[in-house]
């Protein structure tokens, strides 16, 4: 008898939490069954609600008379997009159908400290006059700024103000028309504006062809610069590619060994897998050090059913025990964010560049009808000092402007900072001793 009830306890502690959050059984396809059974998920694991200011009942009642009258699954993933980017949370939102779903995108833009820029432009804005480069001063009628806030809120949403002008740039070349009017002020001085059309058929044949498989490329490489530090770039802490990014990085590392310093490139870098991260910051540390703490409304069987879970960094291999500089900006994120807290709150590195995205929620999936997949946050990480990353981001220990001018010279003001850093002109990294006796202060 004492056995049966132990399984049956067993399996209730396993099953029922991953009923709460969507996993088991899959959802209803009816929307509004479905709808309810998202909001108890979130109702019951969401950790931010209290941050985002959001009234989750009032979300509910709002919401579901909409839902009641969605015609379709476009219509459904809308209305479920539309509510949680009410959250502001980078990890939460619908995944399938793609948010950019109907819309033609005729280019991609980027943030800069000063500006919007075009990042790439296809054909059609080629044709038109338009270049990488080029200052977006009026989109769809609108001027850009607020061409930025006009798009849905699923194409804006972010977990701070830096990180939605991001994403909110990337997709403001796009539209449900066929199409889009564009002023840009060229690099000769030049105030234009185009009107860019969407082709009338897709070119024959496209996407037909299955290219021939070559070998990839490392996905983290590093240099050595004329200055004589070292340059690695970390562009992912993404498990789910082929490439073996640890090994990559330590072979990256392991060429770099006599360097005098060493910059770590981490812009762009959207996360992944924090224990790649956490295999990474080992190489840079000569004990354990505690970094952060992540906390859960619903204990989940995935997770040992644990309310709380410490992250930690453990040496590993030979440590570069050499000054280290840490590039950032707006898009760093998730599991990334994690890694530059590891090595800027264990002392052990300077970050220079600009606030990052701040998102951090170990997010779990549920299913929307027929094949569609949203995700949401279900753990609040806490650095050591208690502070989120969620909604806050990491501040920069030397703040630079990367500008429209700089963008377009190739100049990258970012690194320039990075070695003034390691040269001693600016604000110097401790010794690795200090670093890591400063550490053992902050372990919670």
Do not use: K
């Not at 060493?262 to 004990?287: C, E, T």
């Amino acid at each position: 008898m004492f056995r049966v009830v132990l399984m049956v306890g067993l399996l209730a502690a396993t099953f029922a939490p991953l009923y709460l959050v969507g996993s088991l059984p899959p959802p209803s396809n009816a929307y509004v069954d479905n709808f309810e059974r998202l909001w108890h998920a979130l109702d019951a694991a969401y950790p931010y609600f209290a941050e985002a200011g959001v009234n989750w009942n009032a979300m509910r009642d709002a919401y579901r008379p909409r839902v009641a009258q969605a015609a379709n699954d476009i219509d459904y993933a809308n209305l479920v997009d539309e509510m949680l980017a009410a959250l502001n949370d980078g990890h939460t939102g619908v995944l399938t159908p793609a948010p950019r779903r109907g819309r033609t995108y005729f280019g991609v833009a980027r943030a800069l400290s000063d500006g919007i820029v075009i990042d790439q432009i296809g054909p059609t804005g080629q044709r038109a006059g338009l270049a990488r480069g080029d200052r977006l001063v009026d989109v769809g009628g609108r001027p850009v700024e607020e061409a930025l806030l006009a798009l849905p809120a699923w194409l804006r949403a972010g977990s701070t103000e830096q990180h939605r002008r991001a994403v909110a740039a990337r997709n403001v070349l796009s539209s449900t028309e066929r199409e889009l009017a564009v002023a840009a002020d060229h690099a000769d001085g030049r105030s234009e504006t185009v009107i860019l059309r969407a082709p009338t058929e897709a070119a024959p044949g496209r996407g037909t062809a299955v290219p021939a498989q070559e070998p990839a490329s490392p996905v983290i490489v590093g240099r050595r610069l004329p200055s004589g530090f070292g340059y690695i770039q970390v562009p992912t802490l993404s498990a789910s590619s082929s490439h073996d990014l640890v090994r990559e990085f330590d072979a990256a590392l392991g060429a770099l060994s006599g360097s005098p310093g060493l910059i770590l490139d981490l812009r762009g870098n959207g996360g992944g897998d924090s224990r790649i991260g956490d295999r990474i910051a080992g190489r840079f540390v000569v004990r354990r050090f505690v970094y952060g703490v992540e906390s859960y409304r619903l204990p989940l069987p995935q997770r040992l059913w644990v309310r709380r879970f410490p992250y930690a960094v453990r040496p590993r291999g030979e440590t570069y025990d050499r000054p280290l500089v840490l590039l950032i900006d707006s898009s760093c994120f998730s599991s990334a964010e994690m890694l530059i807290v590891a090595l800027v709150d264990s002392g052990r590195a300077t970050a220079v560049g600009r606030p990052t995205g701040g998102g951090s929620g170990n997010p779990v999936t549920f299913a929307l009808p027929n094949g569609g997949q949203v995700r949401f946050s279900t753990g609040a990480f806490h650095r050591s000092d208690g502070t989120l990353i969620e909604g806050v981001g990491i501040a920069p220990d030397v703040l630079v402007s990367y500008t429209v001018a700089d963008f377009r010279a190739g100049r990258d003001p970012d690194l320039e900072a990075a070695e003034a850093v390691l040269s001693g002109q600016t604000i110097a990294p401790r010794s690795v001793q200090g670093l890591q006796a400063s550490a053992r202060e902050r372990v919670p």
